[in-house]
């Protein structure tokens, strides 16, 4: 059965820093890019960015509203993707999913999310 | 890169059709085949729905269809049911090499 579990969510004062973690298993993780999607509440999803698989050169990609902040990263050893998310704003504060691409079924299985949330 | 554009609700009865409509632009929507939809219960994760404009997943009833005209896609649901009340949400892959998620719909069956 093909699981994705968040963790590493929780609250963070404006300006901090967190990573976010996203534990697979049930496929070959590493045969996948691995996509973080945000949804804060009551709003729509937003995508954040992504990583490609090592076939891929690790390529990454962010939202404009994250880059230059987020980083994503991957542990193919571990079987788990990562988002390193600094300089942390009151407007990241979401649900963040992560969620799995094979470049044929995009965001096909999803996490249950973890929940950041950025106030003083 | 911005939002993709839908309508914010759509209503039906039992029984009916109804279509969403999800706008992009030619950086999105209008350049590549790879829309795709998500149904979204209150609560609950996003269900991967229709990937490629019109294939649906194994599993996923019949009775949604996707389509594209230029920048426009559109997800309809024939035979509305109960249980189809949900917010949905477009996406499609952009000549950033990013995604784009659509502005999401909800949708009543009246």
């Known amino acids: 059965e093909v699981q994705l579990v968040e963790s590493g969510g929780g609250l963070v004062q404006p300006g901090g820093s967190l990573k976010l973690s996203c534990a697979a298993s049930?496929?070959?993780?590493?045969?996948?890019?691995i996509h973080w999607v945000r949804q804060a509440s009551g709003k729509g999803l937003e995508w954040v960015g992504r990583i490609r698989s090592r076939a891929n050169s690790y390529a990454t990609a962010y939202a404009a509203s994250v880059n230059g902040r987020f980083t994503v990263s991957r542990d193919d050893l571990k079987n788990t993707g990562y988002l390193q998310m600094n300089s942390l704003k009151t407007e990241d504060t979401a649900v963040y999913f992560c969620?799995?691409?094979?470049?044929?079924?995009?965001?096909?299985?999803w996490g249950q999310g973890t929940l950041v949330t950025v106030s003083s | 890169q911005s939002a993709l554009t839908q309508p914010a609700s759509v209503s039906g009865s039992p029984g009916q059709s109804i279509t969403i409509s999800c706008t992009g632009t030619?950086?999105?929507?209008?350049?590549?085949?790879?829309v795709s939809w998500y149904q979204q219960h209150p609560g609950k994760v996003p269900k991967f729905m229709i990937y490629d404009v019109s294939y649906r997943p194994s599993g996923v009833s019949n009775r949604f269809s996707g389509s594209k005209s230029g920048n426009t896609a559109s997800l309809t649901i024939s035979g509305l049911q109960a249980e189809d009340e949900a917010d949905y949400y477009c996406?499609?892959?952009?000549?950033?090499?990013?995604?784009?998620f659509g502005t999401g719909t909800k949708v009543t069956v009246l």
């Open positions: 049930g496929f070959t993780f590493s045969g996948f890019a």
């Open positions: 969620t799995r691409n094979d470049g044929t079924y995009p965001f096909d299985y």
């Open positions: 996406s499609s892959y952009t000549s950033s090499s990013t995604y784009v």
């Open positions: 030619s950086s999105d929507v209008g350049a590549y085949d790879y």
